[in-house]
């Protein structure tokens, strides 16, 4: 805690920790009324880093102080010893400024599962009206899609002969070419879609902060880290931060909004005296509640790297080689606003099943016409694809948790990846499918050679073994402080924390499970559910 006795900050209606993918919506909705005051707290800098806006500078945001809180897991026993660097957003528009810039909803049996666990108001047919609320499609419309809303979503605006190739085996292995995969289904193999425009990065905060910044009603303070929620008695009544080195306190009169994703949001809970109790006497910290849910259920999408040395293709690998490969690459960027340096990290997707028992795709490819040791290093320096496998709804769960009770420390993330025995069966099953598929006669021409993991592992065990060398997160952290009416829930269905007034939770880790595909969307559609909730309540207040 603070040695210093806070400084009275302001008084305000709503106070929104975070500025990322929920934040800026939440910031946008509550301070459309000219009448709520609204102050959005950024622990991280503005997004004036260049690398930001060009797609393919995610390479030199993440694991950079500048705009990465730098991360990592514990040792991660199913990873064979490994720690993993863990990307967050440490900057205006939270992770929506650094990650792959994919637009994925999910599938409509993910919600429908958090209706079946007694989550109402949040099945498909509910809550897709709100993905359609702020979108912006290029080119579709109608009842699936919206456009004239803030959240660009285009084509990406590159070709690679090698990844329609792939699509195509991928159909001779009885998996159909899909045009839309966020309708309902994902199914299919088609070239992901992104939150772009015109070759540019569209982040939540370029989406919904830059339109409104310059509202009389809200305000955005960047480089302010919150030490704790203020209560009286059962009520959140504001906050304590930290902006230039001095605490300060904001009171809070309607609600206290926690935004801060599913390692941010948690962390502040416990701090704050809410968590697991053993946990929180750990570390001298007053119980206002124990809440054994915050930071538990950490759930998060594992990618298996399969790597295919190829020929008779042009890749990346080749292509940005010397100097004047890279000059080439760059001026096409500089006129057109294509070519490599438009790309998102992955661009063609597959979903399937693993195993025929699945009602829906239970896996997801990313293919990437490139290939590399680990993020990072540079690309090889001969012709390869990365097929990358993951599972979209792992059955392990981790946590995470306080490791002081000092607001500046870093918290313990453990993700617990490939404990769960159908997770394992799952990354088995999945690098043999990746197999099949480089196996298939479209791909013959290119005479794929496996070089990770490498064709030495073959028995189940030994392709356990090979999933915990080459397993590596695709940053989707959900599920730490669940939605739900069990013991281990969090938040209320309309996202308000149990046992307290004026509080709610309103990011990815409210999922009680995590959805098919890529969170960014599914984010930007909780957050613009709850401002239509808390306005709502807002209404009915008479406020």
Known sequence: MGALSPQHFAEVDYVVVGAGSAGCVLANRLSANPKNRVLLLEAGGRDNYHWIHIPVGYLYCIDNPRTDWQFKTVSEKGLNGRQLIYPRGKVLGGCSSINGMIYMRGQAADYDLWRQLGNRGWGWDEVLPYFKKHEDHAFRNGHYHGQGGELRVEKQRLHWDILDAVRDAAEELGIPKADDVNAGTNEGAAYFEVNQRGGVRWSAARAFLEPVKKRDNLQILTGAQVERITFDGARATGLVFHHQGKPRLVRAHKETILAAGAIGSPQILQLSGIGPVELLKQHGIEVRRNAPGVGANLQDHLQLRTIFKIKGALT??????????????????????????????????????????????????????LSLEKFGDRLHDFPAITVSVCNLRPESRGRVAITSNDFKEKPEIRPNYLTAQEDQEVAIASIRHARRLMATQRMARFAPQEIKPGLTYQSDEELVEAAGDVGTTIFHPVGTAKMGHDPMSVVSDTLELHGFEGLRVVDASIMPTITSGNTHAPVTMIAEKAAEMILGDDQRRGS
């Open 316 to 369: 990346l690998n080749e292509m940005q080689k010397g100097i004047w490969g890279k000059a080439k690459i760059a001026l096409e960027y500089a006129l057109k606003r294509s070519g490599p340096m438009s790309m998102a990290p992955s661009q063609l997707g597959i979903f399937t099943r693993s195993h025929e028992r699945y009602e829906t795709p239970n896996i997801e490819y990313h293919v990437q016409p």
